[in-house]
Nanobody, 116 residues
Framework: QVQLVESGGGLVQPGGSLRLSCAASATIFSIYVMRWYRQAPGKQRELVAHITRDGSTNYGDSVKGRFTISRDNAKNTLYLQMNSLKPEDTAVYYC??????????WGQGTQVTVSS
């Protein structure tokens, strides 16, 4: 049963923008903290940003001021607006649903490539 589905990745030039989306099931979206992670080749997966059910956000140092996480509770959709993209932002981006006492869920990932 598919719970999280990402979309919106692609190839973009340095300085460009992309918006990622993650469609979630209503049950998950209503009670989980939602997060974006990324994993570059040869590197560990890192937390990019997270957003709580009430909209509180937090960001990794490498993306602060450039990326914005948001959620549309009516559409059960998580977003990541990425501006001023750099080649080092190239990675597979994963949507994650976290709850301290329930199963954790991951999306299949979407590739973001920043290159001229």
């Amino acid at each position: 049963q598919v719970q999280l589905v990402e979309s919106g990745g692609g190839l973009v030039q340095p300085g460009g923008s992309l918006r990622l989306s993650c469609a979630a099931s209503a049950t998950i979206f209503s009670i989980y903290v939602m997060r974006w992670y990324r994993q570059a080749p040869g590197k560990q997966r890192e937390l990019v940003a997270h957003i709580t059910r009430d909209g509180s956000t937090n960001y990794g140092d490498s993306v602060k001021g450039r990326f914005t996480i948001s959620r549309d509770n009516a559409k059960n959709t998580l977003y990541l607006q990425m501006n001023s993209l750099k080649p080092e932002d190239t990675a597979v981006y994963y949507c994650n649903a976290y709850h301290a006492f329930l199963n954790e869920y991951w999306g299949q990932g979407t590739q973001v490539t920043v290159s001229s």
